[in-house]
T-cell receptor, first 115, second 115 residues
Framework: DAKTTQPPSMDCAEGRAANLPCNHSTISGNEYVYWYRQIHSQGPQYIIHGLKNNETNEMASLIITEDRKSSTLILPHATLRDTAVYYCIVRVGDAGGTSYGKLTFGQGTILTVHP | GAGVSQSPSNKVTEKGKDVELRCDPISGHTALYWYRQSLGQGLEFLIYFQGNSAPDKSGLPSDRFSAERTGGSVSTLTIQRTQQEDSAVYLC?????????????FGPGTRLTVT
């Protein structure tokens, strides 16, 4: 699986959008971009994933550049409960979008949402 | 419905003793994963079970570590002759690969302390 690079930490004001970048310049054509987050003392939680199109769900939006070498996770209205470590992961998937096997976590970005 | 459960939640053991950690995955999930997270370290993959296939043991750090999954459901991670460097939070996750996003659902973890 391709390696990812994320800033070690970011701050965001409550109610504002949080934009978390991720570089994955060696991503392959069949690798998907996944985002998970880990709130303190809990297990990681899936947020969103995508291949090349932008994706949106109830939690966040994922913007992937046209060359797929980087992406941005957007939390549109950050709350204090969004304070967590955010992990960007690339993972091989099939044509149907299903990925298998382990997740390879990097160091992630510590997002702190302040009042 | 019920999520992934792990037991015990905390375990303190003396160096050299054997320990068993248990994981109950979400009912119907055919894939089961073990990870560990040491203080100040990222999440490290240990082992992956998928249905009746041979498990992916590529992440086990030494032959003191082993895991089994009985009846395609409950899994036990065994650490023999524990060492202080085995102290970590051990996380279990399960998933259903039949779903496109195949997200992994994580349990709360077992905090292992080796004295």
């Amino acid at each position: 699986d391709a390696k990812t690079t994320q800033p070690p930490s970011m701050d965001c004001a409550e109610g504002r959008a949080a934009n978390l970048p991720c570089n994955h310049s060696t991503i392959s054509g069949n690798e998907y971009v996944y985002w998970y987050r880990q709130i303190h003392s809990q297990g990681p939680q899936y947020i969103i994933h995508g291949l090349k199109n932008n994706e949106t769900n109830e939690m966040a939006s994922l913007i992937i550049t046209e060359d797929r070498k980087s992406s941005t996770l957007i939390l549109p209205h950050a709350t204090l409960r969004d304070t967590a470590v955010y992990y960007c992961i690339v993972r091989v998937g099939d044509a149907g979008g299903t990925s298998y096997g382990k997740l390879t976590f990097g160091q992630g970005t510590i997002l702190t949402v302040h009042p | 419905g019920a999520g992934v459960s792990q037991s015990p939640s905390n375990k303190v053991t003396e160096k050299g003793k054997d320990v068993e950690l248990r994981c109950d995955p979400i009912s119907g999930h055919t894939a089961l994963y073990w990870y560990r997270q040491s203080l100040g370290q990222g999440l490290e993959f240990l082992i992956y079970f998928q249905g009746n296939s041979a498990p992916d043991k590529s992440g086990l750090p030494s032959d003191r570590f082993s895991a089994e999954r009985t009846g395609g459901s409950v899994s036990t991670l065994t650490i023999q002759r524990t060492q202080q460097e085995d102290s970590a939070v051990y996380l279990c996750a399960s998933s259903f690969p039949g779903l496109a996003r195949n997200e992994q659902y994580f349990g709360p973890g077992t905090r292992l302390t080796v004295t």
